[in-house]
Structures are given as C-alpha cells and as structure tokens.
C-alpha cells in the first residue's frame, strides 16, 4: 500500500472534524487521493487542477497545510464547542469534568491525520501513481500552517484552545457580523467599520449603551435596548460601533430584517447553543396594527414560554417610541375596552429594558459636531467658513443631524482635493 492510498483511507475514517471533508479544498484533496488509490490518470489530472484551482481562488497557493488549516479552524463541532466555551460538565455527584479524554483522542488522531495530508509533497503524489499522468503538474506549496496551527496539529490542543476561546467555533471564527434571510445566516464580507470614536455626540446615551454590552460580556444579566429618535442621529451607528469596539471579545451581530421576525426563536434557539456572546440587530423596527410579527417579537423579548437565551440580547432601532403605528381612529373606534389597545400600543417597547432617546441636535450642537469630524480628518480650513458652509448645507436639506454633518464633511474634503472653495 502506498503513502497515498493509506492516506486516503486515514481521511475516510476522520470521526470529530468529519465535516471538514466537505469543505471545498479539503473536499478536492480527498478527490485527489482518491483518484491516487484508484490508480485513475485521468481522474489524478482532474483532481490536481480541482485541489490547484481551489487554492488559487483563495490565494492559498503557496500553502496547501494553510488551505486546510483554514477549514479546520472554521469548523464546528463538539470538541471545539467545549474548548470555546471553556465550560465543565458536572456529573450527578456534583463532580466536574473536564473534555473527556476520549474525544481529544479523536480530536487528536484526525488533526494528525489532517496534517500529514495537507503536508504531502506534490511530486510525492505523483511518484506513487501508475501509469504515470504523463503530463506536467503545478506544484502548490506546503509553507507551514498559521498559529495555532503550525505545527504538528495533534500537539496543538492546548493553543487551539485559546484560539477558540478567543473566536469561538465555526463560522463565527471569520467572520464578526451576519445577515439573517428566511432561515439562512448569511456572513457579511465587508461590515460598516465604524467606531465609537467616529460618532460625535450623544455622549450619555452612548455610555449606556457601552455600559450595558460591557455587562453582558462580562456575565452579567443584560437588557435588550431600544434606540428610538429621529433619522441620521446614529441609531444605527452606534449598534454597528458596539460590534467593532467588542468583537474581540467574543461579540458577534446577527441582523434581521423586520419580514423574517417570526423566525426569531429560531435564531435564538440555534444561538443558545453557541458559546459566544450575541446581538441580534434589528433596524428600523415599526408594525402596523394588522402586523402578526409583533407578537412573536413580544414573545422572545419576554413573556413567551421560551426565555431568551443567556447569550442574545436584542437591540433595535426606530424612528417610533412606542414602535406600533397608531391613529385617532384605532382610539376612538367602537371597540369596547379602547384602554387595552392603547395597553398593547405601548407593550412592546415597554419589554426593552433600556430605551434610549436620540433627537435631532440645535444649530450649535450641529456645528460643534462638524468641526469635531472635520478636526478627526485633519480638514484644514478657516473655521467661520467650515460652519458657515455647513450650515447652508444643513438649511438646503432642511434638517442638522450627524449625517448631515458627515456627508458635508465627505463633500467639503473633495471640494477643498479639487482646489475648489467651499
């Protein structure tokens, strides 16, 4: 039996990171050892392009070993769900255990298994294989693995517990923010980057905003948080900052859209399960009366027979106090007991434990904001004719808000790049 053909018969037999198998250059490594075992040219030739292409895709193409590794760290399963939790099991005397001994065996025996794989020689590939493709190969490399990966990957345990300590399992290991679409969750490749430091303004609602997520990182019970006022104050802003400022910590977003709000004890279900902290993000929240996603809104914020989970917290923006449009009509209608439609009017944002109120700011709050963003970009202009021009910016849109200020910022600094007068 050759190197390859045991191989390939070591990679069937992997039981805790089965499933990175699946994954697309582990997949096209597993097709070329197999084409190896069967002694198939033509199917050796086909899975060498396959494995060639995959890598080049993600620009892996000097390091095989590092391709693999990727897909190892991304993967979820029950060995590194308790590394990342860092959690014990308890048996019913009460006494604690740590990951059974068994299951970083196998853990340990498919990350061997993984690395001799991923680290095999090209041209050694090709010395086993009769007939021989007759053909010229690329040659990827196998420069080795990034931390904690690199080095022999059965000896690594104790660094990929840090690792997944630090990112968590799975797909949160990548990526820090995702969008909720009718049951998928999808990762967002390019989230807003903004920070704390970028929002001028609302410094009191901010630190509230700060002081309740620093709790709930550090284990405490958190509230869900409602941010309501008018448009371009930085609702929004200020949740997305939350995320850049935390992620580090093991903070991780989950948008979802008003449409898919019934399938958010899904969501949360799923998420109990995860040992990381999340926010689920929902923007721009507001319901007709007629709106059944309401109720299943209500249920998981509280009162449900579900609880939310320890780890979620629910943070929504809106332009609505009370979030459930109401009209004269709804309150002087023929309903008998009127008093408990204005109850459920206001039931919902009365569930989020922290509201907090973002109004648009007076013409000296406005200018203050812009000189303070034009002093972060190093905007080097006279002072009365920055204000003055963003006042006339601010009058021509009919409103001073912080994105108003931004967006003259935006401009003036192509204005002023062009030699232009503001």
Known sequence: MTQAEFTYR????????RKVLEQPVTAALLALYRAADSHDPEAFCAGWGALCAELADRGQFSSLPSAVAEEVLADENAFVSLLAADRLRVTDRGEALAVPEELIGLARRDLDVLYRAASADAAA?????????GVRLPCWGTRPAPTPLDRPWDACVDALRDYHRLHGCGCFTSHRAFLWRDGEMLPVEHPDPIRLSNLKGYEYQRRIAVDNTRAFLDGFEANNMLLYGDRGT?????????????ADEGLRMIEMPKEFLRQLPNLTGHLASVPMKFIVFIDDLSFTDDDDSFAALKAVLEGGLASRPANVVIYATSNRRHLLKETFSSRQGDEVHSADTVQEAVSLSDRFGISLTF???DKQRFLDIVEQIADDRGLRVEKKTLLDAAERWALERGARSPRYARQFIADAQARLGRGETL
Do not use: R
Not at 10 to 17: D, F, G, M
Not at 234 to 246: D, F, M, R
């Open 234 to 246: 930085g609702k929004s802003s200020t949740v997305k900052a939350l995320l850049n400022e935390y």
């Open 10 to 17: 070591e990679l069937l037999s992997l039981t805790i990171y």
């Open 359 to 361: 109004l648009m700011p």
């Open 125 to 133: 590939l090709l010395e086993g294989l009769e007939p021989a493709p």
